[in-house]
C-alpha cells in the first residue's frame, strides 16, 4: 500500500488522559483510536495486527478440532438467572440494557450459560462427545478502572474455547493438551521466552485453574517463579502453604523470585457448573443420563494486541515481529520515486506486504513515522544508496543497514 | 469436513415463536440459533455463509479504495448530543447503558458521529480528500418488532462505508459509482435479476436517497417499479407528483406494478450535517477552511443472508448458490465409505470444499439433512452407483443426477 493513501497519520503526542505505553505508542503511530477508557477503535494498521494475531489463534484452535461460532452480544436476563449470575452482587462487571418492549439484558462479558444452553440442542449421546467450539468477538465488562490501554478493555476482544467432555477423565486429556496449544500460539506471538504457566485459584469447580503470565513491568499482576526453565509460576495472590504441598513445590520461600507479569490467558475446569444448570446431558453407553463435563479456554487478542508493543518498543516506537505486524517491508524513497516504484512493484507481485511511503515529506520524518510504526524491515531508496549499487535494508531491531541490489531485493526478502 | 464431527444437528422444527421462512430454514438445517427475536448466534455453517457474504462485500469496498476500520459498540453519549441523536425522541432504537463510574453510553446502531470524529485527527488539507472508509461489525437496534429472523435484527451485522470529499460534485462522482458497486455485490450474491435501484427519502441533507430492494413477498417493504430493464423503481412509501417531475419519470400512474421487497442497501447523501457538528474541515488549496462533504453506504450480510435465504429455498430447505454456500460439495455415503474416503481425500487435496456425510443413518435420513442444508453439489456414492461405473452427480436445484466416474469428479468440479 502506498502510505499517500493510507488515511492515518502519526501524531506527536497521545492523549492526555492516556496513561499506558502501548496505548501512547498504537494512538500516536495510527493503529487505533481511543474512544473513552478501555474502548479503542481499530483503524487500518491496528486492526490487521488484530487479525493476524487472530487468525494465529484461529489456526491453532482448528488444529485441536476447534469449530467455530459467533455468540450474540445481547444476552437475556433469563438464561443467566439459571446460574445465578445476572445479579451484580456476583458478578459485579456487568454492562445492561433493556428491550424497548420490555425485557432485561446484559452485554456477554463471557459466553458459558449461553453455549451450555445452544448445546442441549446437540447433544444427546456420548457419540456426540468430546467437542471443542469456540469464538472470537468483542466481549464487555464494566470495569471500574481501565488504565492499562489495550490491555484491560471495557469493550475488547475474546478468543474463548469451550470443551464438554464425557467424564472429567476425558476433559483432563484435553485440558493438559490446552496448556500445550496455548504455549504454541505465545510462541508464534514471539512471547513464549516470557510466558510462565501460573497455578491460580480455581474458580467455582476445581481448587486450582492455570493462567498464562508474561513477565512484564506493565502487568497488572506479580507471580512467584517457580521453576525458570519448565516456565511454571505461582499467582502471588493466590499463593499459600497448601499449593506448595498440592503441587510438591521444592522451594524455600526466601528465594523466591517475584515478578510483574500481564496475564495473556486462562483456562478453567467448570466440572458440571453449567451443565447442571441447563441439564445438559447425554445418554451414556447403557442409556443413563450422565452431565457433560465441561472447561473453558481464555485469550484475548487485543490484550495480547498490547502486550506485544509493551514488550517490543524503544525510544522511538513500536518493534513489531514478524507475524503480526501489519506489513513486512516499509520501503521509504528519498526523492527517488522511480526506483522506488520499481521495488514496490516486485515486491507486490511477489505478495510481499509491503508499506510504501511516497509522501513528499522530510527524510528525517520519514525515518521517525517508520521508527514509531515499527514494521519489521526498512528500505530506503536514496540518491547515495544508489550511488553505493542499490537500496539500503536495515531491520527495525538492527543499527546496521547494508546495501542490496535492486534486482536481488524481492528475492532475499520473500 | 466429516459431518460425524460436525456438532450441528438438523431439526425436525424451528422453535415456535419463529414465524420468517428464513430464520426456520436457518435454524433447522443448524446454522444459526435464535437467542431472542432478532439475535441469533451462527453456527459453524452459518459463521461459513456469513464470512463468504463479508467477504464479497470486502473485496468490492477495497475494489472502490475502501479502508478497513472497527469502530466501538459502546459510544459515550457526548458524542451524539453534537447531532442531537443522542435524545430518544430523535433515534427511538437506541440501546443504553451506563458505566460503573458514572457516563452514559449507547450501543452504536451507526457510527456517522464516531467516525467524523476520529476523522478529525486525520484530515487537515485538500491533499487528504477524498478518502473512503467503512468496517464490518455488528450494529445493535432496539427494535419494537423483529419478526422477519435475520432480515430485521435488533443485534446485525453491517458494512457501513462513509465518503468524505472535497466537494459535492466530488461527492456525487464517488456516489455514482457505488450504485454500480452495490449491483456488483449483489450480481456475485445472485440476486442482480430480482434487485431495483429504488428511489427514496433523503433524510436530512439531500431531497432523495437510494435504496437497493430485492423483490420477495417476504420483505417488508413495497415498491413501484418504473423501469423493469433499467431495474429503477421507487419507494411506495415516498412516492408521489414531485418525484415524478423531479426524475422526469414517464409514467401512467394506472399502469405502476407494485411490488412487495426487501431493503437490501441503502446509500445517503450526508452533506455538510456531520462535518459541521463536529467542526470536520480541510484547508483548500487558498488556505481557507472548508467543510468536508460526507456520505454514507450500508449494506448488512446478515440481512443478506436472510435474504437469499428467502430467495433460494423450496418445500425441502435451502438453495444456497455457490459463491455463500459453507460447502460446495456435500458428499454421501450410503454404506460405501471406502470409496467414499478416497473421493473425500481427492476433493480436499484439490482444495474443493466439501462436507462428507460419513454418519452411520439411514440413506432417508441423509437426503433430507442435504437438501434442508441445500449446499449447491450433492454426491452420492451407493453399491447401485458404484455398480454404474461410479458416483451419483445432482445439483440441490435439479431433479436429474448423472454417474461421474470416480478419478474424473475432482476434476469435473474444480
Excluded: C
Excluded at 244 to 269: H, P, R, T
Excluded at 305 to 310: D, K, L, N, S, T
Aim: glycine share 6%; no cysteine.
Amino acid at each position: 500500500m502506498k502510505q499517500s493513501q493510507l488515511f492515518t497519520k502519526t501524531q506527536k503526542q497521545a492523549p492526555k488522559d492516556e496513561v499506558s505505553r502501548n496505548a501512547q505508542l498504537l494512538i500516536r503511530a495510527g493503529f487505533i483510536n481511543k474512544e473513552m477508557a478501555g474502548a479503542y477503535s481499530y483503524l487500518p494498521l491496528g486492526l490487521s495486527v488484530l487479525n493476524k494475531i487472530s487468525n494465529i489463534i484461529r489456526e491453532e484452535m482448528n488444529a485441536v478440532g476447534g469449530q467455530e461460532v459467533f455468540m450474540t452480544v445481547l444476552q437475556p436476563k433469563e438464561t443467566w438467572e439459571k446460574t445465578g449470575r445476572w445479579s451484580d452482587k456476583v458478578v459485579d462487571n456487568w454492562f445492561k440494557t433493556s428491550l424497548k418492549n420490555g425485557g432485561e439484558l446484559g452485554l456477554g462479558f463471557t459466553h458459558e450459560e449461553s453455549l451450555a444452553k445452544i448445546m442441549k440442542n446437540y447433544i444427546y449421546s456420548y457419540k456426540d462427545l468430546p467437542v471443542f467450539i469456540y469464538q472470537i468477538q468483542e466481549k464487555f465488562r464494566n470495569e471500574e478502572r481501565a488504565k492499562s490501554g489495550l490491555m484491560r478493555g471495557r469493550e475488547f476482544f475474546m478468543k474463548d474455547l469451550y470443551s464438554f467432555s464425557l467424564t472429567k477423565e476425558e476433559h483432563e486429556l484435553f485440558y493438559e493438551k490446552m496448556k500445550d496449544v496455548y504455549m504454541k500460539v505465545f510462541d508464534r506471538l514471539g512471547m513464549k521466552e516470557k510466558t510462565y504457566v501460573t497455578i491460580s485459584s480455581g474458580g467455582s469447580f476445581s481448587k486450582y485453574s492455570y493462567e498464562f503470565q508474561t513477565l512484564s513491568e506493565a502487568g497488572e499482576d506479580t507471580i512467584y517463579i517457580i521453576d525458570k526453565n519448565k516456565k511454571i509460576a505461582v499467582n502471588k495472590q493466590d499463593f499459600n502453604d497448601e499449593i506448595i504441598a498440592d503441587f510438591n513445590l521444592n522451594l524455600n520461600k526466601k528465594d523466591l523470585v517475584q515478578e510483574k507479569s500481564i496475564e495473556v490467558g486462562d483456562i478453567y475446569s467448570l466440572g458440571f457448573k453449567y451443565s447442571e444448570a441447563f441439564n445438559l446431558t447425554y445418554k451414556d453407553k447403557d442409556g443413563k443420563d450422565q452431565f457433560v463435563f465441561m472447561g473453558s479456554y481464555g485469550m484475548s487478542p487485543s490484550r495480547l494486541m498490547g502486550a506485544i508493543v509493551e514488550l517490543n518498543n524503544d525510544e522511538n516506537g513500536i518493534i513489531w515481529p514478524e507475524a503480526m505486524a501489519p506489513f513486512k517491508i516499509h520501503l521509504i524513497s528519498l526523492g527517488q520515486n522511480e526506483e522506488a516504484q520499481k521495488i514496490y512493484e516486485e515486491l507486490e507481485k511477489n505478495n510481499i506486504e509491503v508499506l510504501y511511503d511516497d509522501r513528499e515529506i522530510s527524510a528525517g520524518e520519514k525515518f521517525a513515522d517508520s521508527d514509531l510504526i515499527g514494521i519489521p524491515y526498512r528500505i530506503v531508496v536514496s540518491k547515495k544508496s544508489l550511488e553505493n549499487g542499490g537500496a539500503e535494508i536495515k531491520k527495525r531491531n538492527e543499527k546496521e543497514s547494508r546495501i542490496v541490489k535492486i534486482k536481488d531485493i524481492a528475492k532475499e526478502l520473500k
